[in-house]
C-alpha cells in the first residue's frame, strides 16, 4: 500500500514574520516535505556538509567569497577554496586532495582545475607566492595504464543541421560485456589517443622518431594543454632572451601572452631555441587523463548501451586546424579504432527519490545530456509529474538538440513545459536566463512547491547567468533582499534542490 504524502504545511499570512521572512520559510518547508527529506550522501548532493568545516566547499558560492570563508585558515584549505567546489575529477585529484598536493610539494601545477579556469589559476598563483618554498617532488613518467572496461563506439550521428556554426553528435557506445551500469546523471570517463596528426608533426618539432616517444604522446601524454611547469621548463632551456621571457610570461598567465591557448606543438615551433633534454620534456607534460562526458541515456531504456551529445571541437589558430581531443577522436576515429577503455563516474548529479516532487531542468547546448536522461528515465518509469525543460541553443532550424523527442515527451506528459531560447534567430541575443525572468512567477511557484532545480552546461558564463536570474527571482518573486536570495540559494543547494553539473 502506497503511503499518503502529508500536505507541504505553508507558514499562515498572520504569523509574525515578513512577507520576506515567509517566502523563505515555505520555501524551505517545501524542501522539506515535498520530497527533501530523504537521506542524502555528500556523493549525492555537491553542498552536502562534509566531515570536516569547510564551508566553501559549495559551488554556488562565488571565488571571492570561498577565499573570505577561508581566510587566516591553512594552507591547504585556502587552495581547496580556490578550486571549483565540483568535485569533477578532471584534475585526476577532488579539490581538497589536490589542494593537499599543492601544498605537500607533490603537485607543481597550478592550472588542473577545468571549472576554476583561469581565476582559480591566479588565485592559487597568489597563494603559492605567499606560501614557504616547499621542495617539488619530481615528476615521472611511466605509460598509462588505462583503467575502466572495454567498450566500443557503435555510431556516430549528427544533431546539428548542415547550415549550422556547431557540430554536435549523438554517439551510441556498445558496452559489450563490461558489466558497467549507470544512472541518469552519470558521466561516462573514456581513455582517448591524442591525434597521430599532431603527433608526428610534434615528433618531428622534437626532431626524432623515436617508437617510444611516439607511444608516449599517442596515448600517455597530453600534448593539447602544455603545463605551466613545461612552459617554466622551456623558459629555462631557451637560450634566446626574447623567447624565455615570453615562455615565462605565459606561464604567469598574463593578460596578451601569446602564443596563447598553445598546444606543445605551438610552443616548440613559436620557441625554437628552448629545447630541454627529452627525458625532461616528457616528464614535464600532464598525463593524458580519461575525458569525462555526461550520460544521454537511461539504461532502463538501452541496456547494452551509453548515449552521449557531444560538441566536435574545431578551431583553425595560427593557419592550423585543431581537433578535440576526445571529441574529434569520436568524431572521427572512434568507429574504426575499436574497443577503447571506460569507465563509470557516478555523480551527485540525482533525479528527486520522490517521483512525484517536480524538475526543472535548465540545460542549454550540450547540457540537454544528462535532462533526454531523466526524461527517458521517467518515461521507462510511467512518470508524468510536473518537469519543466529549459534548452537554449543558436538557431531553431539547425541546433534544436533532440527535437523530436522532447516534442514526443510533451505530448505524451512525461515532460510538461518546454521553453526555449535561439541566442541568434533575432537581433537581440536570447538566453535561457531570458525565459527564466519571463516566468519568475511560475518559476518560484514551483521552487516554493518544492522543485529541485538543475542546470548543466557551460561554467564560465550560462552557470553564472541562470545562477544570477535565480537570485534575482528570489528578489522580486519572493521578496527577499540580496543577502536573504543568496542564503536561499544555499539553502536549496544544501537540501539536494539546487545542482549543478558545469564544466
Not at 591547504?76 to 569533477?88: E, F, K, S, T, Y
Not at 577545468?114 to 613518467?141: N, S
Not at 603527433?199 to 622518431?209: F, K, M
Request: with cysteine.
Amino acid at each position: 500500500m502506497n503511503a499518503v504524502t502529508p500536505p507541504i504545511p505553508l507558514i499562515p499570512e498572520n504569523a509574525p514574520f515578513s512577507p520576506a521572512q515567509r517566502a523563505w520559510l515555505n520555501g524551505f518547508l517545501a524542501g522539506l516535505y515535498g520530497g527533501g527529506t530523504q537521506p542524502m550522501s555528500v556523493a549525492q548532493s555537491p553542498a552536502a556538509e562534509p566531515d570536516e568545516d569547510l564551508p566553501w566547499h559549495d559551488p554556488v558560492l562565488e571565488l571571492p567569497e570561498r577565499l573570505a570563508l577561508a581566510e587566516n585558515r591553512p594552507l591547504p584549505q585556502r587552495l581547496m577554496a580556490a578550486m571549483g567546489q565540483l568535485d569533477c575529477g578532471q584534475c585526476g585529484y577532488m579539490c581538497q586532495t589536490y589542494a593537499a598536493a599543492l601544498a605537500e610539494g607533490h603537485e607543481s601545477s597550478i592550472s588542473l582545475c577545468v571549472p576554476g579556469a583561469k581565476p582559480t589559476q591566479l588565485a592559487l598563483k597568489r597563494l603559492m607566492a605567499e606560501a614557504p618554498v616547499l621542495p617539488q617532488v619530481a615528476a615521472t613518467h611511466a605509460p598509462t595504464v588505462p583503467t575502466g572496461r572495454d567498450v566500443r563506439v557503435l555510431a556516430v550521428e549528427p544533431l546539428t543541421g548542415q547550415g549550422s556554426s556547431k557540430d554536435v553528435r549523438h554517439v551510441a557506445v556498445d558496452l559489450l560485456d563490461s558489466g558497467l551500469t549507470y544512472a541518469p546523471g552519470d558521466s561516462l570517463s573514456i581513455a582517448v589517443p591524442n591525434d597521430p596528426a599532431l603527433v608526428e608533426a610534434t615528433l618531428a618539432a622534437l626532431g626524432t622518431n623515436d617508437h617510444t616517444v611516439r607511444a608516449a604522446l599517442t596515448n600517455d601524454l597530453d600534448i593539447a594543454r602544455p603545463l605551466d611547469r613545461t612552459l617554466d621548463l622551456l623558459a629555462g632551456a631557451a637560450v634566446h632572451p626574447r623567447q624565455a621571457a615570453a615562455l615565462r610570461a605565459l606561464s604567469d598567465g598574463e593578460t596578451g601572452a601569446e602564443p596563447a591557448d598553445a598546444d606543445l606543438l605551438d610552443l616548440l615551433q613559436a620557441f625554437p631555441s628552448a629545447r630541454p633534454p627529452l627525458p625532461d620534456l616528457l616528464r614535464s607534460l600532464p598525463q593524458l587523463r580519461p575525458r569525462l562526458y555526461s550520460i544521454a541515456s537511461s539504461q532502463r531504456v538501452t541496456p547494452r548501451e551509453v548515449h552521449l551529445c557531444v560538441a566536435v571541437v574545431r578551431d583553425t589558430r595560427r593557419g592550423r586546424l585543431r581537433h578535440g581531443v576526445a571529441s574529434g577522436f569520436l568524431a572521427d576515429r572512434a568507429i574504426a579504432h575499436g574497443p577503447i577503455r571506460a569507465s563509470i563516474q557516478t555523480s551527485h548529479f540525482r533525479l528527486p527519490a520522490d517521483p512525484r516532487t517536480h524538475v526543472i531542468m535548465c540545460g542549454p547546448g550540450t547540457g540537454i545530456a544528462p535532462f533526454r536522461a531523466f526524461l527517458q528515465e521517467r518515461a521507462a518509469c510511467g512518470i508524468k509529474g510536473r518537469a519543466w525543460l529549459l534548452f537554449g541553443e543558436r538557431q531553431r532550424t539547425h541546433d534544436f538538440l533532440y527535437e523530436a523527442e522532447l516534442k514526443a515527451w510533451l505530448a505524451d506528459g512525461t515532460l510538461s513545459r518546454l521553453d526555449v531560447a535561439f541566442s541568434r534567430d533575432q537581433a537581440k541575443k536570447d538566453y535561457v536566463q531570458h525565459r527564466m525572468a519571463e516566468n519568475a512567477a511560475d518559476l518560484w511557484r514551483w521552487l516554493q512547491d518544492g522543485a529541485h532545480f538543475y542546470v548543466c552546461g557551460d561554467a564560465t558564463r550560462m552557470a553564472r547567468d541562470v545562477d544570477a536570474a535565480l537570485r534575482h527571482i528570489a528578489m522580486t518573486e519572493g521578496k527577499l533582499d540580496e543577502g536573504q536570495a543568496r542564503d536561499w540559494i544555499v539553502a536549496l543547494a544544501r537540501q539536494g534542490r539546487y545542482q549543478r553539473d558545469i564544466y
